[in-house]
C-alpha cells in the first residue's frame, strides 16, 4: 500500500500569512494526488484535484504542486476561514490512501 | 448540484452487520460519469478509503476490511448502499458516502460499535 506522509502535522498561523503544507508518497503517484479541507463536524471538501488543478468554486489562493512523491499545497494569503484540517489523498494506486492531516491553527 | 445523504443506524452491536445508504439526489448514479465511494474516519480524525462501486455493479474494496464489505447500488431508487459485517469497536467512525474522489460528499453519519 502506498503511505502518504503530510508535513506539518500541526501549524499556527496568522491572517495574511503565506502557508505551504507537504505532503510525500511512499512510491510514485504520477499527480494522482488531491487535497481536502475539513472544519469540525463537517465533511471534507475537495480544493485540488489532480495535483493542481483548481476545485470550481474554490478562492484562488489555494494552490497545489508536485509530482511523482512530493506535493504541496500553499495558501498564498490567509483568511479567517482557513483555519481547518487538510488531507491529501492519493488515487493512483488501491488502496486509495489519505495523509494523517495537517490541522491549521490561529496564531 | 449533485447532493449526497447517508442513512442508517447509528449503533450497532457486536458482530453485527452495519448497512448504510447514500441517497442521491442533484445527479443519476447509473450515467457512468461517475462513481460512487464509501470512506470512514475514526475518532482520531484518520481518513480511510473503504471502497467504491461502478454503475455496472462492479466495485473494489480496500484490502485492509478483507471480505466483509459489500456494495450495491439500487438505479430506481438513485441510492447506492455499503454493508459491513462482523463489525467490532475498531469499525466506530463517521461513515461518509461521497462521488468519484470526493467532489462531492454526504453529511457523514456516525456509527458506534457497542453491546
Known amino acids: 500500500d502506498i503511505q502518504m506522509t503530510q508535513s506539518p502535522s500541526s501549524l499556527s498561523a496568522s491572517v495574511g500569512d503565506r502557508v505551504t503544507i507537504t505532503c510525500r508518497a511512499s512510491?510514485?503517484?504520477?499527480?494522482?494526488l488531491g487535497w481536502y479541507q475539513q472544519k469540525p463536524g463537517k465533511a471534507p471538501k475537495r480544493l485540488i484535484y489532480?495535483?493542481?488543478n483548481l476545485q470550481s468554486g474554490v478562492p484562488s489562493r489555494f494552490s497545489g504542486s508536485g509530482s511523482g512523491t512530493e506535493f504541496t499545497l500553499t495558501i498564498s494569503s490567509l483568511q479567517p476561514e482557513d483555519f481547518a484540517t487538510y488531507y491529501c489523498?492519493?488515487?493512483?494506486?488501491?488502496?486509495?490512501?489519505f495523509g494523517q492531516g495537517t490541522t491549521l491553527e490561529i496564531k | 448540484q449533485v447532493q449526497l445523504q447517508e442513512s442508517g443506524p447509528g449503533l450497532v452491536k457486536p458482530s453485527q452487520t452495519l448497512s448504510l445508504t447514500c441517497t442521491v439526489s442533484?445527479?443519476?448514479?447509473?450515467?457512468?460519469?461517475?462513481?460512487w465511494s464509501w470512506i470512514r474516519q475514526y475518532p482520531g480524525k484518520g481518513l480511510e478509503w473503504i471502497g467504491y462501486?461502478?454503475?455496472?455493479?462492479?466495485?473494489y474494496s480496500n484490502p485492509s476490511l478483507k471480505s466483509r464489505v459489500t456494495m450495491s447500488l439500487d438505479t430506481s431508487k438513485n441510492q447506492f448502499s455499503l454493508r459491513l459485517n462482523s463489525m467490532t469497536a475498531a469499525d466506530t467512525a463517521v461513515y461518509y458516502c461521497?462521488?468519484?474522489?470526493?467532489?462531492?460528499w454526504g453529511q457523514g453519519t456516525l456509527v458506534t460499535v457497542s453491546s
Open positions: 489532480a495535483a493542481f
Open positions: 489523498l492519493q488515487h493512483n494506486t488501491n488502496p486509495y490512501s
Open positions: 442533484g445527479d443519476s448514479i447509473s450515467t457512468g460519469d461517475y462513481y
Open positions: 512510491q510514485a503517484i504520477r499527480n494522482d
Open positions: 462501486i461502478f454503475y455496472t455493479g462492479s466495485t
Open positions: 461521497a462521488r468519484s474522489l470526493g467532489d462531492s
